[in-house]
Nanobody, 120 residues
């Protein structure tokens, strides 16, 4: 099982970015998918999560600016980030709760991280 994130980059304050994260490999079922972020020297924090049925949660700091969505057929989760500010500068990680087969349990699989830098 692999989880691959993409879409980071440099953007000016007030700008937008869209992150994508695709799961691949031997996958029987995917439960919750989500995005987290981590600044140097700080703990990784939750940004947003989405269940298979589409229920979402957001950190207070991103509510109204970020939108998480998923395409179950493509095993992909997205994070649309609008009105970005310098405090959003972080490495963003995706996580997927995956059950690889009927013989295994669910486990958390993390993507490699993608850098988002908000600066003028």
């Amino acid at each position: 099982v692999q989880v691959q994130a993409s879409g980071g980059g440099l953007v000016q304050p007030g700008g937008s970015l869209r992150l994508s994260c695709a799961a691949s490999g031997n996958i029987f079922r995917i439960n919750t998918m989500g995005w987290y972020r981590q600044a140097p020297g700080k703990q990784r924090e939750l940004v947003a999560t989405i269940t298979t049925g589409g229920s979402t949660t957001y950190a207070d700091s991103v509510k109204g600016r970020f939108t998480i969505s998923r395409d179950n057929a493509k095993k992909t989760v997205y994070l649309q980030m609008n009105s970005l500010n310098p405090e959003d500068t972080n490495v963003y990680y995706c996580k997927a709760d995956i059950r690889p087969s009927t013989y295994t349990r669910y486990a958390d699989y993390w993507g490699q991280g993608t850098q988002v830098t908000v600066s003028s």
